[in-house]
């Protein structure tokens, strides 16, 4: 008998992210895709430059296994300024194929197969999807609405003796939750009694809302040495398919990490990290203040629309994502709810299943904002049909 071509345990629970499957149905239709967070906005020509001018002069070959030497001071010194994190560029910093390419080579490298990783929930599935290739376990710990606040007797209840991370999501994907100093405080206190790593992905740090200010574990003292700060630049340049993320750690962690992300990648691209270092050099705090500027907008458009029609938005503090009630619309589960919002607006968005394991998978959806306020504008006068 024939072996099965695909016979891989690991991959048994891998699917198909609903946010790409909703892509395609919004594609098949001729929607407006507000599901995928793909920002179409305008590119930075100081970011393009530095990509061309990287080509121009040859620089197409490999580079270090942990980035160039350029990009990795740049980060090293928007960590101190921006983050408050104090890292050294070779002995604590990764550039990796994005930050989920980073948090794969983390998570093979620092954990054994059947380690568990409690996530916090609602969640962003790549992160499942990746602690499943690595062959780990999600343990779930959710989180209640409207601000997504979490109780420590949950986390308790999430130990078992193969507990070996958390992953901090902040802002987070899909909720828009910002971290307050007195959560990470307590989730560090949490982690020091059970010997955990803290994860985080910080891929939105720059969109922020109604004065709400960007807190990474790392900066604080209590959470330093067991954190590992995952970031890039795909959000915050709208540079998703260049694939430009990082990892910052401890110096004892340097090697290992990077050797992983040797095997898998290589390297990131050697010409697009160029350009993204000359982003973070030269874009000045005008051009992080204008993108809060622009995307408070954009949120205000969307949940006052959804509001309108009767679909409560959860307002973010953060991100450019929008969770909402969808429980008035017609139908049994998630999908069919946004499936239906789809044939009626000819609009896009992610039904719940995708974020929640919980009953509240077929009660809400998420919209993503990221898009130009033309397209933005006529998604809104589309919802309004409904």
Not at 199 to 220: K, M, R, V
Request: glycine content about 8%; charged content about 25%; some cysteine.
């Amino acid at each position: 008998m024939q072996r099965d071509l695909i016979n891989n345990k690991r991959l048994d629970k891998i699917i198909q992210s609903e946010i790409r499957n909703m892509s395609i149905e919004c594609e098949r239709v001729g929607g407006i895709n507000l599901s995928q967070g793909i920002s179409n906005l305008k590119l930075s020509d100081i970011v393009k430059t530095g990509a061309f001018e990287a080509v121009e002069e040859g620089i197409n070959y490999y580079t270090r296994y942990d980035g160039v030497q350029e990009l990795r001071n740049a980060i090293a010194e928007k960590a101190f300024k921006y983050n408050g994190i104090e890292c050294h560029p070779d002995k604590n910093i990764i550039v990796s194929g994005g930050a989920t390419g980073a948090f794969y080579c983390a998570c093979l490298a620092l954990m054994e197969p059947g380690d568990e990783v409690i996530i916090f929930e609602p969640y962003y599935g790549y992160h499942i999807n990746t602690l499943y290739a690595a062959a780990l376990k999600p343990v779930y710990v959710e989180m209640t609405p409207p601000d997504w606040s979490f109780r420590i007797e949950d986390l308790e209840r999430a130990i078992t003796p193969k507990t070996r991370a958390i992953m901090i999501n902040t802002p987070a994907n899909p909720s828009g939750k910002i971290f307050s100093r007195d959560e990470l405080l307590l989730i560090g206190k949490f982690c020091d009694k059970h010997d955990l790593i803290i994860f985080t992905d910080e891929i939105y740090e720059y969109f922020l809302y109604d004065g709400n200010q960007h807190i990474s574990p790392a900066s604080l003292t209590e959470l330093k040495k067991r954190t590992i700060t995952i970031s890039g630049y795909s959000k915050t340049f709208s540079i998703t398919g260049w694939r430009i993320g990082y990892l910052i750690c401890d110096e004892s962690l340097h090697d290992t990490i990077g050797y992983v992300n040797d095997l898998i990648y290589v390297c990131a691209p050697s010409p697009l990290q160029y350009g993204v270092a000359k982003g973070i050099r030269e874009l000045g705090d005008e051009f992080y203040q204008g993108l809060q500027t622009r995307f408070a907008k954009k949120r205000e458009l969307v949940c006052s629309t959804l509001n309108e029609i009767g679909l409560t938005p959860y307002v973010p503090q953060g991100s450019y994502y929008t969770l909402c009630d969808i429980s008035s619309l017609p139908g049994k589960t998630g999908k069919e709810k946004v499936m239906f919002l789809l044939e009626e607006t000819g609009v896009a968005c992610v039904p719940g299943e995708a974020f929640f394991s919980s009953d509240k998978a077929d009660q809400i959806a998420r919209f993503c904002f990221a898009k130009d306020d033309e397209i933005l504008e006529e998604a809104c006068i589309r919802l309004k049909k409904l």
